[in-house]
């Protein structure tokens, strides 16, 4: 199905621009070729920090391992996250030119995408760990103590968005609440089994390298899934995605998105006339 999202803007002589048509399965393979890829690049460079003692290989070593930051495999998760904010913020459009219940909920999301994606630049999570551990004795399974805020992040998201997931159409719900399971998996689960290793031996060892790469692959996993998502949710079942945005001299006028996006605004656009 197909909406017109339009404003009282748009005038009769607006211009419409089409977007590039989207096959959303090649967004997929070529996002787990690259995932694939950097899992075996690093699962390589563990192998040459731990069984080498040549310095120039631990460098290119560090350009390839997960539990490393501003590298190869950062890049990569940084992108997914801007790319998981870019899908969302259509979708918030989409759903803002239809007068959508739940607009505010996607863009809610879109703007926690784009934080997500300055702490991966940034790492602010890991300054909570002395804030925390300030407040709270943690140790063990919470030595990084970040994961504690984080948790309740986890629980108050799924409380506040519970009612608009019920309100998607069962596959999308299906797969937001599937990429959230394995993402959070990693980032809180094998993160507390690392901190437990990390507290009984430090970091340099191949059993942290392994599990932070256990951990990370499984973040970005979570993503590709989450992007999948929303695109599939945008272009509905043909797995094709096109935009079309009219736009007069001054501002965008008119919206058209096809797939459950259209059709779930559409659906309750015609519920609202009806009452």
């Known amino acids: 199905m197909v909406a017109y999202f339009t404003s009282s803007q748009v005038q009769s002589s607006a211009q419409t621009r089409l977007s590039p048509s ?51 495999p950062t ?49 602010i999570h890991e300054g909570l760990n002395e804030l925390v551990g300030a407040i709270v004795n943690t140790g063990g399974f919470l030595a990084f103590a970040w994961v504690i805020p984080g948790a309740a ?22 797969l937001f609440v599937l990429s959230a399971a394995i993402y959070v998996s990693g980032a809180l689960g094998v993160e507390m089994i690392g901190a437990r290793l990390w507290a009984a031996n430090g970091w340099d ?5 392994f599990l932070a790469t256990v951990e990370e692959s499984l ?3 979570g993503l590709i899934v989450f992007l999948h998502a929303i695109l599939m949710f945008l272009a509905g079942p043909g797995g094709t995605l096109q935009l079309e945005v009219q736009r007069s ?16 605004v559409a659906r309750r656009s015609g519920d609202a006339s009806a009452r």
Not at 205 to 209: G, K, L, M
């Open 205 to 209: 060892n191949i059993a942290y390298s």
């Open 75 to 123: 890049l990569f998760n940084f992108v997914l996250l801007l790319a998981n904010m870019g899908a969302l913020a259509v979708a918030a459009a989409c759903a803002f030119g239809g007068k959508d219940r739940w607009r505010w909920h996607w863009f809610s999301l879109s703007a926690f995408f784009l934080l997500l994606a300055y702490d991966e630049a940034a790492q």
């Open 22 to 72: 989207i096959k959303i399965i090649r967004i997929d393979l070529i996002l787990g070729v690259a995932l694939l890829l950097l899992v075996f690049l690093s699962l390589c460079g563990t192998a040459m920090t731990y069984r080498s003692g040549n310095a120039t290989l631990h460098r290119i070593a560090d350009l390839l391992l997960f539990e490393e930051e501003r590298n190869l």
């Open 249 to 264: 001299a001054a501002r965008v006028g008119a919206y058209r998105c096809e797939g459950e996006a259209a059709s779930t």
């Open 219 to 221: 973040e970005m996993a």
């Open 153 to 174: 992040v986890v629980l108050l998201m799924g409380i506040g968005f519970s009612r608009f997931l019920l309100a998607l159409p069962r596959r999308s719900a299906t």
